[in-house]
């Protein structure tokens, strides 16, 4: 779920050429918004408020619309995100398999609940449910990368792999 | 065992473009497309007994005769890669493999119904298929099988991926068009059918991937041919089965409809899981009643699974084993549907959260007796919701009071779960 539009500072300052860009790509599909939004959420890792009044206007739809569509879809997020997203799923074969542990774990080593982003904004944790790979449950994610069979060590051992890790991309 | 849509499947790659043409893919569309009508194409369909994959069952054939023939503009073909519900990842596992088919079966589908522009409606977070399907696509185009003037035969057709946004909901037929126009994925109401008036209002097909994947030996093997794939006489064609749970091999497998529940359990999942025994399974995804023990010997066709008092939805098996505590299995199925709800209407955005609640008081502990009966009228009244959502996830639910009654009961007389110690 995300978060409420006025917990966000109005004074943000971002540069909109990247926006613009994706703006001009879609800018004669039919059924655009989608696309644009997703281009942004890509480029910006949210959709900073700037860049909704920007399609808003480029696009001739309210801002209304636009908040609709980005509180409803599960990819749009409103404030800023962790480099690194972790996704632990709790679907019902996952769940079966231990997932409650799993997410435990990850709360108890990373000191952040579910949907929360750390300080240092390095993580982002979220249950989720399906990632279809029910197959190879109990399965966690982190970014793109799949990890399947989950176990409380593995959770460490991932933990101790991405505090390593770069904070650019 | 014969295999139709696993038949290209190379060991550890996606089947390459060359491959899948030299083992005989893309024949069925020159044969579609210069020997048969698109009537004709239609008529092989409905021969075939083909039903739709994504969950419902739909007569594939039928969905397509009615698109109005006569009516001037565009019509639209989706195929619908939301695969979302716990418990079901055949799709994935098919387009890992081999995205061909399904483009092949498209343009066939497409050919079939007179549409010039058909969309893939995927998931977020399928990559790998997203990718396979992106080159497919790209070949297909190069190859002369998608563009102006398929093949010389003065159809045309364009084919783009759509990446969804990500939300269960846009899985309904109706608010995946919605989602598609840029708009918030709430449901349409039905009529007008998306046949007659679908996405940007015009007649529209909509089909699960494994349905248009299926199209192509369909045509190229004759309708016959199909139906006689499938384990009994009442059923038609092969189906994916994909098999989670407490079993020893987790599989996705294509098998011939109507084989037992225990046939499947036992011989391509190897059996239950070493010192586990079977308690209960998810036939066919999160929205389908429970089987326990007593439906080991159903076979695994629309109907007869129908008949034993659930659905055989998407062939999403999810397997439970004796120390599972059912109230708990459906509470997990239940959050999920419970998040999921649109909020468009009533009954689905309060009737969810509120089956939530009681079936985490009775899994905590704190039930009371008269919850069963509340639990029994919501599932009554959830089917009068605005789409299928709530009735499906009332699934789980109905088969948990009907068969685990005393297993609730249980929770409530002892004020505890009784698999918890």
Not at chain 1, 123 to 133: D, M, N, P, S
Not at chain 2, 398 to 418: A, N, Q, S, Y
Request: hydrophobic share 40%; aromatic share 8%.
């Amino acid at each position: 779920m995300s978060n409420a539009p006025a917990e966000q500072t109005p004074t943000e300052e971002i540069d909109l050429a990247a926006a613009n860009h994706i703006i001009d790509k879609y800018l004669t599909l039919h059924g655009n918004l989608m696309p644009v939004l997703q281009g942004i959420q890509d480029e910006y890792g949210y959709v900073p408020k700037p860049t909704i009044d920007l399609v808003a206007e480029r696009l001739n739809v309210y801002p209304s619309q636009i908040f609709g569509v980005l509180t409803f879809y599960a990819q749009f997020h409103l404030k800023p995100r962790g480099r690194y997203i972790i996704r632990v799923c709790v679907g019902t074969a996952c769940h079966v398999q231990g997932a409650s542990r799993i997410v435990e774990t990850f709360f108890d080593k990373l000191h952040i609940g579910h949907a929360e982003t750390s300080p240092d904004l390095r993580y982002t944790f979220e249950k989720v449910a399906c990632l279809g790979a029910c197959g190879m449950a109990p399965l966690a994610m982190v970014n793109d990368a799949t990890y399947g069979s989950m176990t409380v060590q593995k959770v460490e051992q991932i933990i101790a792999d991405y505090n390593q890790r770069p904070m650019k991309k | 065992m014969e295999q139709v849509l696993f038949r290209h499947n190379k060991p550890g790659r996606p089947v390459t473009f060359a491959e899948y043409q030299a083992e005989g893919g893309f024949a069925a569309l020159k044969k579609g497309l210069k020997e048969l009508s698109p009537l004709e194409v239609q008529q092989a369909v409905i021969d075939s007994g083909l039903r739709g994959r994504g969950g419902a069952g739909f007569p594939t054939g039928k969905k397509w005769s009615f698109v109005p023939r006569d009516l001037p503009g565009p019509r639209y073909l989706i195929c619908n890669c939301d695969e979302m519900e716990p418990g079901t990842y055949k799709d994935r596992v098919l387009l890992e493999a081999n995205p061909y088919s399904l483009v092949e079966g498209m343009i066939l589908a497409g050919y079939a119904i007179g549409c010039e522009h058909a969309f893939i409606f995927i998931r977020r977070g399928y990559e790998t298929a997203a990718m396979n399907l992106r080159r497919a696509i790209g070949e297909a185009r190069e190859a002369g099988f998608l563009g102006r003037n398929i093949l010389g035969s003065g159809f045309s057709m364009e084919l783009d991926l759509h990446v969804s946004a990500g939300r269960y909901i846009c899985g309904e037929e109706t608010a995946l068009m919605n989602a598609l126009e840029g708009k918030r994925a709430n449901p349409r109401s039905k009529p007008p059918f998306p046949a007659v008036k679908g996405l940007w209002g015009r007649p529209t097909v909509v089909n699960n991937v494994e349905t248009l994947a299926n199209v192509p030996s369909i045509i190229t093997n004759g309708p016959a041919w199909f139906k006689g794939l499938a384990g009994i006489p009442e059923a038609a064609g092969m189906k994916l089965f994909c098999i989670s749970g407490h079993v020893r091999n987790t599989v996705c497998v294509e098998l011939p409809l109507g084989m037992t529940l225990g046939e499947i359990i036992d011989g391509p999942c190897g059996g239950m899981l070493q010192g586990k025994k079977f308690k209960a399974c998810i036939p066919g995804g999160a929205s389908t009643p429970f089987f326990t023990a007593e439906h080991w010997g159903v076979p695994m066709d629309f109907d007869a699974v129908a008949k034993a008092g659930s659905r055989l939805g998407t062939g999403g098996i999810v397997v439970f084993p004796e120390n599972t505590c059912m109230v708990a299995a459906t509470l997990n199925l239940t959050t999920f549907f419970a998040r999921e709800s649109c909020g468009w209407c009533t009954p689905c955005r309060e009737g969810l959260p509120y089956v939530r609640e009681i079936l985490t008081r009775i899994e905590a502990g704190g039930g009371e007796t008269e919850d069963v009966e509340i639990l029994r009228e919501h599932v009554k009244y959830l089917n009068y919701a605005f789409c299928a959502l709530a009735p499906g996830a009332m699934g789980p639910v109905e088969g948990l009071l009907r068969l685990f009654e005393d297993e609730i009961r249980e929770h409530v007389v002892k004020k505890r779960c009784p698999f918890k110690n």
